[in-house]
């Protein structure tokens, strides 16, 4: 999740703001960041809508 560090300030969250909010540990968060794992799918959806963005700019994908 290339993108996450950078979109989870971008909303002004702290790993642990994040964390709470999807219900795992800060370091599960820092791991996703890291990309040494990765979230299950379903909750892809909630990480985007709490960064407002889109699961393709979670990956990478950020518009021009």
């Not at 370091?27 to 809508?49: C, F, H, N, Q």
């Amino acid at each position: 999740m290339k993108n996450l560090a950078t979109l989870r300030k971008l909303a002004g969250m702290k790993q642990v703001d994040l964390a709470a909010a999807l219900g795992v540990s800060q370091s599960t968060v820092g791991m996703w960041e890291i990309g040494a794992s990765y979230p299950t799918a379903d909750k892809l959806p909630v990480i985007a809508r709490l960064l407002h963005c889109s699961i393709d700019a979670l990956f990478g994908e950020m518009p021009a």
